[in-house]
């Protein structure tokens, strides 16, 4: 699920769109909404010097039904509004995402959150952007709960890990001191913590779109090109969460162009903009970790900051934390490692990302 925060430009046609600008330093607060037959009611707190001045200008409006006055003290207002075209809530219910209450309005600005399916919120920007509702993202999170995946096993393997430092940046803990720490086999210890890393992302990643929400290229950002903002986050995330795909990955078995040194793997001679994938598990790294450390960390070297450079090691090796951790600690000591999966073939996926 999906969670966003909205700063939208509400268009000319509501009522608060109109009074807001009108009063902008008064405050409106709309705690509940209920739908109704081409019109809409909400329960709305309103704060102003003037209050009785911007009660009047909201029954005045040309989209009031009904307003009732429900309480009044002080210059704060609760009224019950009856309304016609009530924008905000036409388009959650049409995107078919709920919007979290309160709503606050100051000035024309309506800070709104919503959560829901990545393809539904998606949706509700574009029907706020049909009817003339501009708006800048705050922010697009995933809201999950993977500890009820998570068995009380592998529960307790992470939270020590976590506590020991493992996932520190940098790491303050090995994988070798976490498992004797807890008194279980380094291999042990290893398993579990990369099937608990599989279930956060791939539950983390269940319900992006398969598919660019809008035509984006997230190269766009590195030529300074300004992507949407609404569907930046999602592309990106879902762009993080492929381990490999026939678009991003570099072959480190492959030859290199016609004329060059046939020994060196292609992703040596690329700047990658993005997140990708370098395969190191050929048969040519199968008895040499030597090279397979050095490709790795020319790897690292072509990705740009801000984007992340899955590894993808030969299995006779082991765990990459064991070798390539403290090249790459040495080297880039604000990058940050992880072991996404382990591949069929008992190699690894090793991530390493780079700070903007």
């Known amino acids: 699920m999906a969670q966003a925060r909205l700063h939208v430009n509400l268009p000319e046609g509501p009522w608060v769109s109109a009074v807001s600008r009108e009063f902008p330093d008064a405050q409106f607060q709309v705690v509940t909404t209920t739908p109704g037959d081409g019109a809409g009611f909400a329960l709305v707190q309103v704060t102003a010097d003037d209050i009785d001045s911007v009660l009047d200008a909201i029954e005045a409006h040309e989209t009031i039904a009904e307003l009732s006055v429900m309480a009044l003290e002080d210059g704060v207002a609760t009224v019950q509004v009856e309304a016609h075209a009530p924008l905000l809530m036409n388009a959650a219910q049409q995107a078919g995402v709920p919007i979290e209450m309160p709503v606050k309005i100051e000035n024309g600005i309506a800070r709104v959150d919503v959560t829901g399916a990545h393809d539904r919120v ?4 574009e029907l706020l952007r049909t009817v003339g509702a501009e708006f800048d993202v705050e922010y697009v999170q995933q809201r999950m709960n993977p500890g009820e995946s998570l068995t009380e096993r592998q529960r307790e393997v992470l939270f020590e890990a976590v506590e020991r430092g493992y996932y520190d940046v940098p790491r303050t803990c090995t994988l070798t001191e976490v498992a004797e720490h807890l008194d279980i086999a380094k291999s042990t210890c290893s398993e ?25 290229s997230i190269d766009d950002e590195a030529c300074g090109v300004t992507p949407n903002l609404f569907a930046l986050p999602l592309r990106v995330v879902r762009a993080q969460g492929n381990y490999m795909s026939n678009s991003d990955v ?23 903009a993005a997140s ?32 992340h450079v ?42 390493v990302t780079l700070q903007s």
């Open 310 to 351: 899955n590894l993808v090691t030969h299995p006779n090796h082991d765990s990459p934390d064991d070798y390539l951790e403290a090249p790459i600690r040495e080297n880039y000591p604000d990058a940050e490692t992880t072991v996404v999966d382990q591949c069929g073939c008992g190699g690894y996926v090793y991530r």
């Open 122 to 125: 998606a949706d509700f920007g």
């Open 276 to 307: 990708w994938s370098a395969n190191l598990e050929g048969d040519r790294y199968a008895d040499d970790r030597e090279t397979l450390v050095e490709h790795a960390l020319a790897a690292i070297e072509q990705t740009c900051a801000g984007y």
């Open 192 to 216: 579990v913590l990369q099937r608990v890393q599989r279930t956060i992302v791939r539950e983390y990643v269940d319900d992006l779109p398969r598919h660019p929400i809008e035509p984006h």
């Open 250 to 272: 570099a072959d480190g078995g492959e030859a290199a162009e016609s004329g060059k040194d046939e020994n060196r793997p292609q992703f040596l001679d690329t700047d990658h």
